[in-house]
Each structure stands twice: as structure tokens, then as C-alpha cells.
């Protein structure tokens, strides 16, 4: 059986829900796929459990996933020990043809992918920080494997990032075929955040903006900071990968975001600036009767089109996929040259800890078969 040992990095909601599949799935991959992914170290931000023979047998892998989900921290756990350097965990539990997997939310993770890459090891991420630091990063940590095709830059050999955009939707898979056939994009557009987009139908079906921001704080759908979704950095970081993933040459500086908050809002407490809230619903209102008026409607818009990238809030035709979108799904929408006028439209549900490891899972399995 053909064997593809894993080291994950964060074991949160995605990395816990990860463990679980590959868990149960187990029997699936050794029959359908005569494939076997043993666990060599699980790591958080100081700890680690770590084995130096054949796997982390399941018992104590679910074990851990237990532990984590009562705040546990690996440094303190029974099996494991406090880690300050994730690279020298690879180093020391890594075996030939290693996958290397990013379930952590930190930029500090670029430098270790780098170092796995270099000892010839794979990598999957879920997190979208390292391909949207230096330019420089994301082409190390995209083309790595590239030395003997040196010109190819989309023969992706051993890096898989699809769930940093859409989580478990095809987003990048998708538009890795377009390009591979030779169809031009010319622009994709998208709601990338399930948060915004349910901020945004609840500013359609006439909600005050105070309100639905109030309402999804209250049901957990913001971050605990609801400027942290708001703001649109995450969205933007989304439009970066894909149009890094076009070839364009970007940085997230370069991306014009226009947030749903003004700057002044920006050094309040999380409690002030929930208080402050209604000074911006009649803005809101205004841009939603104004796009209501020329027959569109209001949506929190990533646009990769032309070399430039902008995400923000925009009227959309009322008719087209985008305008169609209610509640928390994400959309993309890809106009090719194929594509029109009806574009290429993946939709779904674009986040939950489940959903996103089902697409990590599926990277490990195309990079473990490749
Ligand atoms: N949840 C979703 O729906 C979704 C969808 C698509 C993509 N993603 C991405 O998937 C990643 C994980 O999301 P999540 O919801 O599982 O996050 P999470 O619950 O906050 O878990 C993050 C994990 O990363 C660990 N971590 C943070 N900094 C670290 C560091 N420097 N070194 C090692 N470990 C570190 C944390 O360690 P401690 O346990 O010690 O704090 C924690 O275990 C994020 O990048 C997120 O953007 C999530």
C-alpha cells in the first residue's frame, strides 16, 4: 500500500475535523485508493504531539481532538511537549514524501512550508497568509518542484491550496482547468465571505445595518471584533490568490478595499463601536434604494478583472448569478472566453470547519496520487 505520512500545523476547528476524516476514512482510502496517511506530528502555537515510529495511532489521535476542543495545549498534554520551532518538528518526525498541512490562521508558518518544501516534502494550506506575503513567498511556496521545468509555472508538483478560497468549493481547481485549456479569464467575481453575504441580505430584505451586524455577532457569524470581517481583509486576501493564480504579479496593498465601517471607527473598543453602529444605516439605505433604482442589487463584491483587483460593496444586476445569492453561500463567477455571456458559476457553502477539511483532505489525496 502506498503510504503518505502527514504533519498537521493547528488543530482547530479545521485541523480537529481533519483528523476526524482521515480517521474515518481510512478504510475508504485503503480500498478505493490503496492508500495509507499515517499522522507523524500534530502541532499548535507552542506544542506538539510527535512520533518517531510508523503513526500517532487513532485512539490517541482522537484523544487529542478531544483535548483541543477543551483548550487543551499540546505542550501540556500527557503525549506531547512544548515546540518552538515548527520547522525543527518537521526535521525530526518527517519521513521521505512527507505532506505538510497549514490549518493555522499565522503568517509565522511561511518560513516552515519554505524549509518542508526545500527537504522535498508537500505541503497543503487552508491558510491564505503565506500566499499573500511577498510575491516572492507565494511563487517559492506555489512553484516549489519546478527546478527541472524551471519555465512551467503552473505545474503545481507539490503545493495544494484549494480551500483558501471558497473553502471546500473547487475555486482554484476550477480556474487551474480554465487556464490549463487555454481559455481566457477575463474576470471573476465573487462573494467570499459567508458573514457579508449575510449582512448583505439582511440590508436587502431591509434590515438596518446596525441590526444585522448586531444579529450576526449575536449568532457567532462575525469574529468576535466584527471589524476583523467588515474591514474586507479576507476577502481581499481571497482575490489575491486567484489573481496570483492568473499570473498577475500583486500585492495585497494593491487591492482596493473599501470596508463596511469608516476609518474614524477603526481605534474604538469592540463595545463603542457596536454602540456606533446606527450612524451608518442611513448610508446603507441610501446605497441600497440607489441600487434598487437601476434594477440591482447590493452585494460585498471580490472583482479580479483588467490587472486590478477591488472588493467592496457593489451593485450587481438583479438577474445575474451574483444579484441571485441570498444568505451565507459563497459564489464565484468565471467570464471566460467560453464563458459568456452565461458565466462559469461555482456556489455553495464557503465555510464550517467540516466542509473546509473535506477540501484539504481532497488536496492530500491529489498530491498523495500525483
Ligand atoms: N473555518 C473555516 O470555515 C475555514 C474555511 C476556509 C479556510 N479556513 C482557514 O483554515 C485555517 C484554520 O481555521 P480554523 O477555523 O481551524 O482556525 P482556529 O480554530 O483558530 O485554529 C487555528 C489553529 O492554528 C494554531 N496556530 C496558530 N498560530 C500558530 C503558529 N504560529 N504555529 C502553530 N500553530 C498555530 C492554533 O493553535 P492554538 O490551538 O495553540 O491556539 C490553532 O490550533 C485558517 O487559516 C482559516 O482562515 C477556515
Redesign the pocket.
Known sequence: MQRAPLIL?????????LIRQIVQNRAHHATDYDLELPILAL?????AVVTLRDAIDDATLYEVVDF?AR?G??ADHSQGGPQHD?AAVIDIAGQPDTIVV????????AP?LLAALARKHRVV?????PLTMQQEVYDRLTRAGDTETRHAPRRFHRTRWE??C???LPVIATLNRLLASGDPVTRIAGAFS?TLGFVMSGLQAGQPFSAVVREAHRLGYTEPDPRDDLGGV?VARKALILARGLGWRLALEDVAITGLYPAEMAARSVAEFMDALPSLDAQFRAQVEAAAASGKVLRYVAAIADGRCTVGPAAVEANSPLGHLRGADNLVEFHTGWYQPTPLVIQGR????D??AA??LSDILELALK
Open positions: 500545523l493547528g488543530i482547530g476547528g479545521v485541523g480537529s475535523a502541532c499548535d502555537r507552542d506544542g483541543k483548550k495545549r499540546l515548527l497549514d490549518c493555522t490562521a499565522s503568517e509565522a508558518t516552515v494550506l487552508a491558510n491564505k497568509k480551500t483558501t471558497g473553502a471546500g459567508g479576507d464557503g465555510a464550517g470547519a466542509a473546509t477540501g484539504v
